[in-house]
């Protein structure tokens, strides 16, 4: 370091250091290609030699803040930062943090590499790939550190498989991995991880098990597996997931956890139109009890967690009740799993907080959510902005009701929402147009990264006072390294000027745009 360096002021040598900082972690921060398709705001269009980016951001100096705004308007995570203040101020509004009301903990946000992602990110330029890799992994993007894995075939491939087909084969001495995962979503799988700076962590889920087991002999449509818990269909699934285990460790790739099966409730309903597994809350509980949570214990992967549920939250606290209130069942399970659709007639206190407060040492945690999936709505729409408020509004009440985590679905989907063989197409955060070898990065994706790059897994929740009423939609956590982050949803016309105060360090003066999400970051004196 120079002398001249050394007689510097001190806010000069901050400006020096940020100035430094940001230089070295810029990466893509070449600003959003707006483009406007009418549908409320922009989507932002990335190729293989430019996308915008946050670049990597560490934890402001004491006694200054980072803001980062996202809004209907067009702005994509706008920096701003100033010094935290003191003494007294005007603002009508003051959100306050309540350090001492600590609530849970954050494992982690991320999206799924379903077929359908691999095939649409896989259909890129090298070199775009890349750059889409690097937006959701790498410390200049979002910084997913969580991905759903699902387990052979769901709605969202282009054919139907299972890595078990041949009838009979209760040994699965025919158990094999797809194309799709030896082609596709591990070699992805390895790209992500080698892109980020932390361990990511794999969820899988499986949809049907394989028909030969089920009572329907069909991967889609009503159906159960063959038998009770405890019998040789039972068995054979559980070990199905040792085996998917055993195949993806042969690549590196261990799983954090694995939940009981994705949305059993549709494999009991009549005619479903894609591959499901339907298990009641009971017979849940008993083949966990009897078979799987066994088979995970005794095979080399111990510490794999296991998440029951995987459905929609309106099915708590029931679901929970009958599965966690059996002591041979709860003793190999760690987490809820809750899906987000049907959210608008579950009350989140009713069915999240309940359960929480019912079953503490279970965590809650968002394992799938899409938009675009309504029929009267379906599909993608580029640069939607109710979307994205949608999302935003749907995060924050869930982590203020104990979730831990949130997964989004497909982590990329092409222009029409697919390819999903049943027609049940979607939209994402990332829309890939392969034939102009580009990205769509759409507001959700924005929204997405305001949570999972700022709530690093083990920040805690801490509650948040309000000196007057407002309908912003605020969440606040501290974070491992000490600093605190709040997240500030306006999702009306109207800016609303307000403060935040940290009675511990002072206060900064602040403003919600109309229709915005504002991320603040200071560190605590
Ligand atoms: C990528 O997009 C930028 C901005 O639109 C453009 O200038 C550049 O030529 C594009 N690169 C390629 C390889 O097409
Ligand atoms: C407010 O800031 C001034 C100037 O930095 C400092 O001298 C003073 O101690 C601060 N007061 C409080 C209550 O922190
Ligand atoms: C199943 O595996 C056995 C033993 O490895 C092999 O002989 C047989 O051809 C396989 N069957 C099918 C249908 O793949
Ligand atoms: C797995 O990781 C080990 C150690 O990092 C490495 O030696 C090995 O080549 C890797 N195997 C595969 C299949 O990637
Ligand atoms: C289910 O599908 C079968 C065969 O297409 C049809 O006959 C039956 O009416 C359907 N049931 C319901 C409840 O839709
Ligand atoms: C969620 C929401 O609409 N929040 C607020 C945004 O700002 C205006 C202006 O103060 C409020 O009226 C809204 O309630």
Redesign the pocket.
């Known amino acids: 370091m120079s002398d001249g360096r050394m007689t510097m002021t001190r806010p000069a040598l901050l400006c020096v250091l940020l100035a430094v900082a940001s230089a070295a972690t810029a990466g893509d921060d070449d600003g959003c290609v707006p483009r406007n398709f009418g549908h409320g705001s922009v989507a932002c269009e990335c190729n293989s030699t430019r996308c915008d980016s946050p670049g990597a951001v560490g934890s402001p100096p004491v006694g200054r803040f980072l803001t980062f705004l996202t809004s209907r308007e067009g702005k994509r995570l706008e920096k701003g930062q100033g010094f935290v203040r003191n003494g007294t101020a005007g603002a009508a509004l003051k959100l306050t943090v309540e350090a001492s009301q600590k609530y849970q903990r954050i494992r982690g946000f991320g999206g799924a590499m379903t077929d359908a992602a691999a095939m649409n990110i896989l259909s890129l330029s090298v070199g775009a790939q890349d750059k889409l890799l690097r937006q959701y992994f790498s410390p200049e993007g979002a910084e997913y550190n969580v991905v759903r894995v699902p387990m052979a075939s769901c709605d969202f491939s282009t054919r139907l498989y299972t890595y078990a087909d041949t009838p009979e084969d209760f040994q699965l001495l025919n158990f094999t991995l797809a194309p799709e995962d030896l082609q596709m979503k591990i070699p992805l799988l390895q790209r992500a991880q080698a892109l980020s700076p932390r361990p990511l962590s794999l969820l899988a889920s499986a949809w049907s098990a394989p028909a030969w087991l089920k009572t329907n002999g069909a991967l889609i449509g009503k159906g159960t597996l063959k038998g009770v818990a405890g019998g040789k269909a039972h068995k054979t699934w559980a070990n199905y997931y040792v085996r998917f285990l055993d195949e993806y460790s042969k690549h590196n790739l261990t799983f954090w956890a694995m939940t009981t099966g994705n949305e059993p409730t549709a494999g009991m309903m009549t005619n479903y139109s894609f591959q499901a597994l339907g298990f009641t809350p009971e017979t849940q509980r008993d083949w966990v009890s009897l078979d799987l949570g066994p088979a995970i214990a005794l095979s080399k992967y111990p510490k794999t967690q296991l998440l029951i549920l995987d459905d929609q939250r309106l099915l708590l606290p029931h679901w929970a009740r009958v599965v966690l209130n059996d002591i041979h069942a709860a003793r190999y399970i760690h987490g809820i799993g809750v899906h987000w659709y049907f959210d608008r007639i579950a009350p989140a206190d009713l069915t999240l907080s309940t359960t929480h407060h019912l079953f503490p040492e279970y965590y809650l945690f968002g394992t799938e959510a899409c938009a675009g999936w309504i029929p009267l709505d379906r599909g993608v729409k580029l640069g939607s902005w109710d979307r994205a408020e949608e999302y935003a509004h749907d995060i924050t009440e869930d982590l203020n009701h104990y979730v831990t985590g949130w997964t989004d679905w497909n982590l990329a989907l092409d222009m029409g929402g697919g390819p999903n063989w049943a027609k049940n197409f979607a939209d994402s955060t990332i829309i890939v147009d392969k034939t102009r070898d580009i990205f769509y990065k759409q507001p959700t994706f924005y929204v997405m990264t305001h949570f999972s790059k700022f709530l690093l897994e083990g920040s805690q929740r801490v509650g948040v006072s309000f000196s007057a009423h ?4 605020v969440t606040a956590f501290i974070r491992p390294d000490k600093s605190t982050v709040m997240t500030v ?4 016309d ?1 800016d ?1 000027q307000f403060e935040v105060w940290d009675p511990a360090t002072g206060y900064i003066p602040s403003v ?1 745009p ?1 229709h915005s999400i504002l991320t603040v970051i200071w560190q605590a004196q």
Do not use: A, F, Y
């Open positions: 407002t309908d912003l939609e949803l306006n999702r009306s109207r609303v919600s109309g």
